[in-house]
């Protein structure tokens, strides 16, 4: 009679046990990224200037990525929430195209991953902290 050794029966069970770990860590590991790559935010112009077009690009790229309000205006003190698809860095840059055609390039490289809001102002822009949904 062939009786399996016990030897033999741990290794596969240890085996098995590691593997399902290793595809549960792989699951959440790309769940957690995707949870916390979160690029969207709340653009406040603060400027004194209706905005028409406003771009956002990775930090320090040498080309604007998307123009993000498609049409709309942003008069000053009003803000949008801006949601960003697609994968890139957390960190950001801002160009700002007004009505009378003049243009502010922000190049603060603000972590949209991390804030809330981001704030434009004449000259500089502001990220603001507030619990995400």
């Not at 840059?93 to 102002?121: I, M, P, W």
Request: proline share 4%.
């Amino acid at each position: 009679m062939c009786r399996p050794s016990w030897p033999k029966i741990l290794a596969r069970k240890c085996a098995t046990v590691a593997a399902t770990i290793a595809v549960f860590t792989c699951v959440m590991s790309t769940a957690l990224t995707a949870q916390t790559r979160n690029r969207d935010f709340w653009a406040l112009n603060y400027t004194g200037g209706t905005v028409v077009q406003l771009w956002v690009a990775d930090h320090n790229s040498p080309y604007w990525g998307s123009e993000v309000l498609q049409g709309a205006r942003l008069e000053s003190g009003l803000g949008v929430y801006i949601h960003i698809t697609g994968g890139g860095s957390c960190f950001v840059d801002f160009k700002l195209v007004y009505s009378n055609g003049s243009t502010q390039e922000y190049r603060d490289g603000r972590d949209v991953c991390a804030v809330g809001g981001v704030e434009f102002g004449p000259s500089v822009s502001r990220g603001w902290l507030w619990p995400r949904s």
